[in-house]
């Protein structure tokens, strides 16, 4: 198995404000730790994802994995706002394992999205073989989609199903019609069935609604398209990383060898190169 995302961060108050004072989060979460969750779950591999919106951030996660064989891939940070980001993503792509950039857009106005700086940065991922990682709310599916058709050859990959407003009990229409809106854009190459968990209210988030959500999602994109990722250490707020790969398996059990095997890592091996 590959899990397609997860973060990594030396805790303090000051890097982390978003991280709730003593939650599971407020820790350090590094290599060992990683290392010591993914072997319980025979996780073999896995993508790092930024949790920081620094240029630090991108070189603090490649010197992590540098130590392990454990992370395949880095999807880091870069000032995509400044018109010298050029040299930012030269530098940093020149590092095997860095695959991806993300910028934290769930947390950015509207406006942001459309912003002519922000996608003259966007426009220069591609140039040097790597994807961005779509962070939103269903809410933000109008602007998205306008970003991602400003960018028809930029490699996209949807994390954590566009952050559904999850109820037990039902699928969120809204949520079902940007789903498919975006499925109809081929440079969205994959999805990753992660973070739903913490979507829910407190004391939601059963089952059979998960279920729900993980079929409607694969009936969108195909299975593949979709790809298995824990949000771990976030996910502890919820769940231990154990129960959300069981879960997984749980999901796919009755699929056949090819698409547990396409969801549970291929798919991450192919969108980011690994």
Same mark, same amino acid.
């Given at each position: ?15 982390? &404000? ?123 599916? &109008? ?132």
């Amino acid at each position: 198995m590959i899990d397609s995302h997860h973060h990594l961060w030396h805790y303090s108050k000051e890097d982390y &404000p978003w991280i709730p004072e003593g939650s599971p989060l407020a820790q350090d979460q590094l290599v060992n730790e990683l290392e010591s969750v993914t072997s319980e779950s025979g996780v073999t591999g896995t993508v790092v994802v930024q949790a920081r919106q620094v240029i630090e951030e991108s070189d603090f996660l490649l010197s992590l994995a540098d130590q392990t064989d454990r992370i395949k891939a880095v999807v880091g940070w870069v000032p995509l706002i400044d018109e010298n980001v050029s040299a930012d993503l030269e530098r940093l792509a020149a590092h095997p394992k860095f695959k991806g950039v993300r910028h934290v857009l769930q947390d950015e106005p509207d406006e942001y999205f459309l912003r002519e700086d922000f996608n003259r940065g966007l426009s220069k991922i591609a140039d040097h073989d790597l994807t961005y990682d779509l962070l939103i709310f269903q809410r933000q599916f &109008p602007v998205a989609l306008q970003l991602i058709d400003r960018h028809p050859t930029l490699p996209i990959i949807l994390d954590h199903i566009a952050k559904p407003e999850a109820r037990n009990g039902r699928i969120d229409p809204t949520w079902r019609s940007g789903m498919r809106e975006l499925a109809k854009r081929d440079n969205v190459i994959g999805v990753k069935f992660s973070g739903l968990l913490t979507e829910f209210p407190d004391g939601e988030g059963d089952f059979e609604t998960i279920a729900a959500y993980f079929n409607e999602t694969l009936e969108i994109f195909g299975t593949g398209n979709v790809m298995f990722g824990t949000d771990w250490p976030v996910c502890l707020l919820r769940t231990a990383y154990s129960e959300w790969t069981e879960t997984i398996h749980s999901l796919t059990r009755e699929f056949s060898t090819d698409e547990r095997d396409a969801i549970h890592g291929l798919n991450a091996s192919i969108c980011y190169r690994l």
